[in-house]
């Protein structure tokens, strides 16, 4: 089970940190991701982690404003968010793979097994 925290609102500019604390699985060698949904969008993909920390991947869109990290030893990862857009207003999910100590990150909906219930982010203009 997965469980994100951290939304909230905040003004273009600002920044937010999400969490994502898991229980119920065996979180240190599964890769993770984040990924949200804006109004009338499809869910699309925002950052993923590997199993170590040791690798990441951030969509273009977000890439050197956001940041994913975990600590396996809390059983959480987190997606920093810096210079918030109103664009990146959206619920945010994160996301653990099935398989373990997995090379690839993936970036696709269908890559990802177990789901968290999704956090509300709204940045303002």
């Known amino acids: 089970q997965l469980q994100a925290s951290g939304g909230g609102l905040v003004q273009a500019g600002g920044c937010l940190r999400l969490s994502c604390a898991a229980s119920g699985l065996t979180f240190s060698s599964r890769n993770l991701g984040w990924f949200r949904q804006g109004p009338g969008k499809e869910r699309e993909f925002v950052a993923a982690?590997?199993?170590?920390?040791?690798?990441?991947y951030a969509a273009n869109s977000v890439k050197g404003r956001f940041t994913i990290s975990r600590r396996n030893a809390e059983n959480t990862v987190y997606l920093q968010m810096n210079s918030l857009k109103p664009e990146d207003t959206a619920v945010y999910y994160c996301?653990?793979?099935?398989?373990?100590?997995?090379?690839?990150?993936?970036?696709?909906?269908?890559?990802?097994?177990?789901w968290g219930q999704g956090t509300l982010v709204t940045v303002s203009s």
């Open positions: 982690i590997n199993w170590s920390g040791g690798s990441t």
């Open positions: 996301a653990a793979v099935m398989g373990a100590y997995t090379y690839y990150l993936g970036t696709t909906t269908s890559e990802y097994h177990y």
